[in-house]
């Protein structure tokens, strides 16, 4: 199963502070081993919210656009992982020895496409959402070249 690690911003993050070097060491040193074994899909820091802009659909209305900065630091993400793990158990044990402290961190489980098959009794959009994430790997191979 696929899961999505939420870190949640605080009010340095948002600030723009960047970590010391013994916080990026000690991160990197446990990105290697999410690496390693073969968990971490995908992972990179957010920079602050000031830097971004959020977009509001609403029924029948056309979407809003609101600039950074946002409120409530502790409602925003610094950054995330993608991992590759058996069960949320497995994710909940890899995080635990994340170097964090005076943090929260949320862990969801992504959706597989298995899951819509409800809404997709013919398997078509299956197969349509497979070619695009195959397309899509291509172009980034490509594009990484």
Do not use: H, Y
Request: charged residues 30%.
């Amino acid at each position: 199963m696929r899961v999505m690690v939420l870190v949640k911003a605080d009010e340095n993050s948002e600030a723009g502070a960047l970590p010391d070097e013994k916080t990026l060491t000690e991160m990197g040193k446990f990105n290697e081993e999410l690496v390693r074994a073969g968990v971490m899909l995908a992972g990179e820091g957010i920079q602050a919210s000031s830097k971004g802009a959020r977009v509001r659909f609403g029924k029948g209305t056309k979407p809003t656009v609101f600039d950074g900065p946002f409120t409530e630091a502790k409602e925003l993400i610094a950054g995330f992982w993608l991992w590759q793990v058996k069960s949320m158990e497995e994710a909940i044990e890899w995080l635990k020895r994340a170097p964090f402290q005076d943090t929260e961190v949320e862990i969801r489980p992504v959706f597989e496409s298995t899951d819509f098959a409800p809404s997709d009794p013919t398997g078509e959009l299956m197969a349509a959402e497979e070619r695009l994430r195959a397309q899509s790997e291509q172009l980034n191979k490509a594009a990484r070249r």
